[in-house]
């Protein structure tokens, strides 16, 4: 497993209250430049994050992504440019971890606002397998024990998970691929945005709550059209998906962890062998911007198919959709083939 790729070992409790901390000493002054005329100029990390600060920032927003169409974003490397437009930004966006270039060059550029989205939920440690399964009983604590506050975050947490946070190896930060834990950052962008920009806060609330309640749609629609699968196991080269698993009661098997990339090992393709069997899985999913060599090579061996489950880290004219919502259902749809969901 590439280390590099794993978000550091850090405690998430109170993350919500630290991560929004420095938004509040945001001055007049600054959040004036964003309601003067001027668009507030705000720097994403990858496309998740440009997706939301796109979709909440709506018209009082220039948006700029760091990572291009295209381009596998973990392995990003900056530009002395792009550097220097993250000083010049109003607010930064990103997800600490992903992309070791951009945690730099942000801790470096002295900007106020800056949000990094993996404050705002719960991370959890997923290895190549994950089942939604499993789950304890530990869901209030376990909101508690994060910072969230009431009703809302047991009822985000209530089935608990069984997993341990923060252990030695990292948290698997592909968060945005659980419709929940994603509607739960755009939350909390949206009321940061709110702080940096006080002038348009009643737009950027009502433009949250939109996307929150499709997001919320998207949801439903996973829980509806995952319910009864023939299989609930699904193999993939990239071992992005422990969250949507987890939350829909499937099992991923990753050929190769979580680093797309990586050459899996003989015992495991001899492992995924049995699984496929064993479990009656039907496909071997690859993503867009990645080889899709190690898919077709087991698929052969195996007389599996091979299908595209996009972790969503870039839009490009491969991608099966527009957007990030487009591209969850696609998603949603080539999940129900492979698992014989009706």
Not at 55 to 64: L, M, P
Not at 169 to 179: E, F, N, R, S, V
Request: proline share 4%; net charge negative; hydrophobic share 35%.
């Amino acid at each position: 497993m590439n280390v590099r790729r794993l978000i550091p070992t850090t405690a998430v409790a109170g993350a919500v209250v630290l991560g929004l901390t420095a938004l509040s000493a945001c001055s007049t002054s600054d959040a004036a430049d964003g309601g003067n005329g001027d668009k507030l100029k705000v720097t994403a990390s990858f496309y998740p994050m440009q997706f939301l600060a796109e979709k909440i920032g709506g018209e009082h927003v220039a948006v700029t992504s760091l990572t291009k169409p295209g381009v596998e974003p973990h392995d990003l490397e900056l530009t002395p440019r792009q550097i220097g437009s993250i000083s010049e930004s109003d607010y930064v966006l990103y997800l600490k971890g992903i992309q070791p270039a951009v945690d730099d060059a942000i801790k470096q550029s002295g900007v106020q606002n800056t949000v990094d989205a993996a404050t705002l939920t719960t991370l959890e440690n997923h290895g190549s397998e994950v089942s939604g399964h499993d789950h304890g009983h530990e869901g209030e604590e376990h909101a508690d024990e994060h910072g969230h506050e009431g009703e809302e975050a047991h009822e985000e947490h209530s089935e608990g998970d069984g997993h341990n946070h923060g252990e030695e190896g990292g948290a698997d930060p592909h968060i945005w691929l659980d419709p929940v834990k994603y509607a739960e950052v755009a939350k909390g962008v949206g009321k940061s945005l709110e702080k940096a920009d006080p002038d348009h806060a009643a737009d950027y609330k009502k433009n949250t709550d939109a996307l929150v309640a499709e997001l919320g749609e998207l949801n439903t629609a996973y829980e509806i059209g995952l319910k009864n699968p023939a299989t609930k196991t699904f193999i993939t080269t990239h071992s992005a998906f422990g969250y949507l698993a987890e939350r829909y009661g499937l099992t991923q098997q990753g050929i190769a962890g979580i680093d797309p990339e990586a050459e899996p090992s003989p015992a495991r393709i001899q492992e995924i062998h049995t699984i496929a069997e064993k479990e009656k899985a039907t496909t071997v999913f690859f993503e867009t911007l990645a080889s899709d060599r190690t898919a077709k090579t087991l698929a052969k061996d195996t007389g599996l198919k091979t299908g595209v489950l996009d972790p969503l880290e870039g839009i490009t004219d491969k991608s099966q959709g527009a957007d990030y919502i487009e591209v969850m259902e696609s998603n949603l749809a080539a999940l129900q083939k492979a698992l014989g969901a009706k």
